[in-house]
């Protein structure tokens, strides 16, 4: 396993359209974290699952933001009727393997354009 | 409310020389502090952690220290060399050793210039 992917790497959607970002983790990691970045801010936290458990969930994450990860494997991270201000850059981390320990390790990121 | 600070939006060091890049925090309930780098279009790349009972972490040409009572740590790259210039974003969490969300600060450009 070479790290956290996360699919697609890039999309363009128009506002009032739904996307869908996909991130498979690090394999036998428990944990599974969204985060969002905007233009010259740091990375912020959006929710994390342990295993299938969504444990919590930022103010950020309106009622538009939907998380899922079934089974305790991959994660869907959906957003409903986009919204100009959705445009970001979403980053999935995982952590919590036997051997790498509690250090969250992120994917290249989605980013995302809302025309 | 920003509870983890970086002042510097950038920082520009001769290559061979030592850059130290600055980060503060606010919330006293942090007690792991990692910091990451990360290249244009990739997402953040893990450098090194501290937790709070331990004041300096050394790996190779990384060190951070960590000073609990001004909330104040810093990334000590020494010697500087130009694979090192890209954005570094110093995080915090409560609950040890990073297993919870992380609050990221807003990161410093390092340029290293030959």
């Known amino acids: 396993d070479t790290g956290v992917s996360q699919d697609p790497r890039h999309k363009i959607t128009k506002r009032g359209q739904n996307v869908t970002f996909r991130c498979d983790p690090i394999s036998e990691h428990n944990r599974l974290y969204w985060y969002r970045q905007t233009l010259g801010q740091g990375p912020e936290f959006l929710t994390y699952f342990q295993n299938e458990a969504q444990l919590e969930k930022s103010r950020l994450l309106s009622d538009r933001f939907s998380a899922e990860r079934p089974k305790g494997s991959f994660s869907t991270l959906e957003i409903q009727r986009t919204e100009q201000g959705d445009s970001a850059m979403y980053l999935c981390?995982?952590?919590?393997?036997?051997?790498?320990?509690?250090?969250?390790?992120f994917g290249p990121g989605t980013r995302l354009l809302v025309l | 409310d920003q509870q983890v600070k970086q002042n510097s939006p950038s920082l520009s060091v001769q290559e061979g020389r030592i850059s130290i890049l600055n980060c503060d925090y606010t919330?006293?309930?942090?007690?792991?502090f990692l910091w990451y780098k990360k290249y244009p279009a990739e997402g953040p790349t893990f450098l090194i952690s501290i937790s709070s009972i331990k004041d300096k972490n050394e790996d190779g040409r990384f060190t951070v220290f960590l000073n609990k009572s001004a909330k104040h740590l810093s990334l000590h790259i020494v010697p500087s060399q130009p694979g090192d210039s890209a954005v570094y974003f110093c995080?915090?969490?409560?609950?040890?050793?990073?297993?919870?969300?992380?609050?990221f600060g807003q990161g410093t450009r390092l340029t290293i210039n030959p």
């Open positions: 981390a995982s952590s919590g393997g036997r051997l790498i320990g509690e250090t969250q390790y």
């Open positions: 919330n006293s309930m942090f007690d792991y």
């Open positions: 995080a915090a969490s409560a609950g040890g050793q990073g297993a919870q969300k992380l609050v």
